[in-house]
């Protein structure tokens, strides 16, 4: 009785921490799409002469919230995937090796989906006269870029839990065998 208590008591915790990696995911993704709606347009450059100026948009700040919320669901859903690895008592290969593959992949997305976001982040500051973004010029996002961000931030959660739930899964079959 006060074993099945305990796992109820996991489960309750696994489910929690879970829906608060997936709500931190798609707060990241809904940031990138706010920034794709709100990044700086061809029409706000402002040229005189050789030199331009692109005011600071919306998408700055969204782009700041997309990045804090994508690191905090990737730092957390790493951390749940160190939990349910130690709580594992057996080292299945296919399964260890698959769950490994997938928490690659999810750290793959997650930098390449940082370096787009940071990049396209720093294009919507401010671009001032005979400064811009690099080499005195103004830059603009190109389209699709903050989309692609949100869908790796999605790749990186998903695949990162996925590995969770093998790791669990294979655990649950070691207990189900050991009765």
């Known amino acids: 009785m006060e074993k099945q208590s305990k796992n109820n008591i996991i489960s309750h915790h696994v489910l929690l921490i879970t829906i608060t990696i997936i709500s931190f995911s798609i707060a990241s993704f809904a940031f990138c799409i706010l920034c794709e709606i709100n990044k700086s347009k061809i029409k706000e450059i ?12 919306k ?3 969204y782009g700041i919230a997309a990045l804090i919320c994508s ?6 859903s790493t951390g749940f995937f160190a939990f349910c690895r130690r709580s594992t008592d057996s080292k299945s290969s296919k399964s260890y090796c698959f769950a490994n593959i997938l928490l690659f992949l999810s750290w ?3 930098l390449t989906m940082m370096i787009l976001t940071v990049t396209a982040t720093t294009m919507n500051q401010r671009q001032l006269y005979g400064e ?6 103004c830059y603009l996002v190109k389209n699709g870029i903050y989309v692609g961000s949100g869908i790796l931030v999605l790749i990186a959660t998903s695949s990162t839990l996925l590995s969770c739930y093998l790791e669990l899964n294979k655990s649950r079959a070691v207990h189900a065998q050991t009765k």
């Open 71 to 76: 690191v905090i669901a990737q730092m957390g």
């Open 132 to 137: 811009g973004w690099v080499d005195a010029k």
């Open 59 to 61: 998408a700055f700040g």
């Open 108 to 110: 793959i997305s997650f």
């Open 46 to 57: 402002r040229v005189d002469g050789d030199l331009c100026y692109l005011p600071r948009s």
